[in-house]
């Protein structure tokens, strides 16, 4: 097989991948997603006063309509993949929430046991699949288990955030900075020491949602509490913001190289 035929393959894969390729700009609407997720939590649940279980249903409700809408597109679509991010962000963060608050389970528990089903996931995933790749999410059955990881990454990040900055006492801004620098430390086994990609993506996938979310307690919750006082309101609204403006700029760019490949052919 010549080189032309390869990256010709290699082309028409990417065309039919169904999440987006992990660029710059992926880890930082990743990060605001999941920033958003914590203060959006704490806004329905709290501010609104709908409670924990009310709020869990109606987004579970939402959730469950933005990965039908994901699951009709047949290929990464950027409003119909990041929606469906930022929701499940939301819906990790209420799942973990509900077992401490609601339940009594302890944050080291759910630490424990969303680390277990995750991994479980990965296991099923690889066992069915042999690849845990995101350049490879073609089928229907591949994108569910990419989805049920995604959600246990969410849950798992959002118990080792809150052990951490809560129950170990650090603060907000120590905890996110902990973080931050075990991601970095995987970015640098990648980029120099050959650690493994797909070992490298999801580590740092799972680490970020601690990493955001941290800074998102920390702009939002009252100064008394560690935070800047900022409000959830405020942070929602402006990470929410942002996620547009780059979801609009990853449309515009994929309207742009699509134009420029049917030129081309």
């Known amino acids: 097989m010549d080189i032309a035929t390869i990256a010709t393959i290699h082309e028409h894969d990417s065309e039919l991948n169904r999440v987006p390729d992990v660029a710059l700009d992926f880890w930082l609407i990743k990060i605001m997603a999941v920033t958003m997720g914590e203060t959006a939590a704490d806004y329905l649940a ?4 709908l409670g924990l279980t ?14 039908v809408l994901q699951f009709a597109q047949k290929r990464y679509v950027p409003w119909a993949y990041w929606l469906a991010v930022v929701l499940i962000s939301i819906v990790g963060t209420l799942v973990t929430d509900n077992l401490v608050d609601n339940f009594g389970v302890r944050l080291e528990t759910t630490t424990i046991v969303f680390s277990v089903v995750l991994a479980l996931t990965f296991m099923a995933w690889y066992a069915s699949e042999r ?35 809560e129950r170990f006492d650090l ?3 120590n905890t996110g900075l902990i973080f ?11 980029y120099f020491l050959g650690l493994n990609a797909i070992l490298a993506f999801w580590l740092a996938y799972i680490l970020t949602r601690p990493f955001g979310a941290s800074f998102g307690d920390l702009l939002s919750q009252p100064v008394e ?13 402006t990470f929410l913001g942002c996620i547009v403006v780059i979801v609009l700029y990853m449309t515009l760019k994929r309207l742009i190289d699509e134009d420029e490949h049917a030129l081309l052919d």
């Open 171 to 173: 603060g907000y801004l």
């Open 180 to 190: 931050g620098g075990v991601i970095a430390a995987i970015w640098f086994a990648w």
């Open 54 to 67: 009310v709020t869990s249903l109606i987004m579970t409700g939402v959730l469950v309509v933005a990965l």
């Open 46 to 49: 709290v501010n609104l006063g």
């Open 131 to 165: 690849t845990l790749s995101i350049h490879t999410i073609f089928t229907t059955r591949r994108e569910i288990f990419y989805w049920l990881a995604i959600l246990f990454t969410f849950s798992l990040g959002t118990a080792a955030g809150d052990l951490v900055a």
């Open 225 to 237: 509490y560690g935070g800047m006082g900022f409000g959830t309101t405020f942070t929602s609204l």
